[in-house]
């Protein structure tokens, strides 16, 4: 056996984590309960890691920290099992429940050791995280507007302006909110219009109290012109004016 550990160790070093797992694979049955069994567990979860099999690792990092809670290695551990949720998270335009699982993990490790120096990595990287469930929520809301489901399109641009308030997408997002409802409005039943060309007032509202310079203002106000002229409104009469977005 000490052999076959020197030899796992050996091919381990040497980054043949195919053979090394083998080998530890073997060891960490043959040790459980002894002095080796701790150090064998640590090289077999790494193994796992480095020939990318990340469900696996996560399991296995996991399950250290559950079977060895005051290891030496516990923190790392604990950082690595969310750190393979991370690995595993798709780009963006795939399913994000790695991306959320990842997430949550990260902020499991940082409420367990809120000292630990790897906290300030663990936030960098749900930042990323973040950024990329905030590209999903996007595209998705984006995907609906060009495909003319400005239904759809108006309520996910509302989600998207809700969960991501702070986005670099935020003024084009409120301008869409605009034209999806303008267009909605457009192209609904006689007995619908009146409401949803109020609604497309308030989007325009929006927009205009977060940018009032906007880029996007000239087109706007052609949608904001429109949609007071179907409701008969005059130079001097509007409607009531929502408080701005906080």
Request: proline share 3%; with cysteine.
């Given at each position: 056996?000490?052999?076959?550990?020197?030899?796992?160790?050996?091919?381990?070093?040497?980054?043949?984590?195919?053979?090394?797992?083998?080998?530890?694979?073997?060891?960490?049955?043959?040790?459980?309960?002894?002095?080796?069994?701790?150090?064998?567990?640590?090289?077999?979860?790494?193994?796992?890691?480095n020939?990318?099999?990340?469900?696996?690792?996560?399991?296995?990092?996991?399950?250290?920290?559950?079977?060895?809670?005051?290891?030496?290695?516990?923190?790392?551990?604990?950082?690595?099992?969310?750190?393979?949720?991370?690995?595993?998270?798709?780009?963006?335009?795939?399913?994000?429940?790695?991306?959320?699982?990842?997430?949550?993990?990260?902020?499991?490790?940082?409420?367990?050791?809120?000292?630990?120096?790897?906290?300030?990595?663990?936030?960098?990287?749900i930042?990323?995280?973040?950024?990329?469930?905030?590209?999903?929520?996007?595209?998705?809301?984006?995907?609906?507007?060009?495909?003319e489901?400005?239904?759809?399109?108006?309520?996910?641009?509302?989600?998207?302006l809700?969960?991501?308030?702070?986005?670099?997408?935020?003024?084009?997002?409120?301008?869409?909110?605009?034209?999806?409802?303008?267009?909605?409005?457009?192209?609904?039943?006689?007995?619908?219009?009146?409401?949803?060309?109020?609604?497309?007032?308030d989007?325009?509202?929006?927009?205009?109290?977060?940018?009032?310079?906007?880029?996007?203002?000239?087109?706007?106000?052609?949608?904001?012109?429109?949609?007071?002229?179907?409701?008969?409104?005059?130079k001097?009469?509007?409607?009531?004016k929502?408080?701005?977005?906080?």
């Amino acid at each position: 056996m000490d052999a076959k550990y020197n030899a796992a160790v050996a091919y381990y070093e040497k980054k043949d984590y195919y053979h090394s797992l083998q080998l530890f694979e073997e060891l960490i049955t043959i040790f459980r309960g002894t002095a080796r069994a701790e150090q064998s567990y640590y090289y077999y979860t790494y193994c796992t890691y480095n020939v990318d099999d990340y469900p696996m690792a996560a399991y296995q990092f996991n399950n250290f920290v559950s079977s060895y809670p005051n290891s030496k290695y516990a923190e790392e551990m604990q950082f690595m099992y969310a750190y393979c949720y991370y690995k595993d998270s798709p780009v963006s335009s795939l399913d994000q429940t790695n991306t959320l699982d990842a997430i949550d993990k990260f902020q499991l490790f940082i409420n367990k050791y809120p000292k630990s120096e790897r906290v300030a990595e663990a936030n960098k990287l749900i930042d990323e995280l973040r950024s990329k469930l905030e590209r999903k929520s996007y595209d998705n809301a984006k995907l609906y507007y060009k495909t003319e489901n400005y239904k759809a399109a108006i309520s996910s641009l509302e989600n998207f302006l809700k969960d991501f308030p702070g986005s670099d997408n935020k003024e084009e997002a409120l301008f869409l909110s605009v034209k999806s409802a303008y267009l909605f409005a457009s192209n609904s039943y006689e007995e619908k219009k009146a409401d949803r060309f109020k609604a497309t007032l308030d989007q325009y509202y929006k927009l205009i109290d977060s940018f009032p310079q906007s880029r996007y203002l000239r087109e706007a106000e052609k949608y904001y012109d429109g949609s007071r002229k179907f409701l008969g409104l005059d130079k001097t009469s509007d409607l009531i004016k929502p408080e701005p977005l906080k």
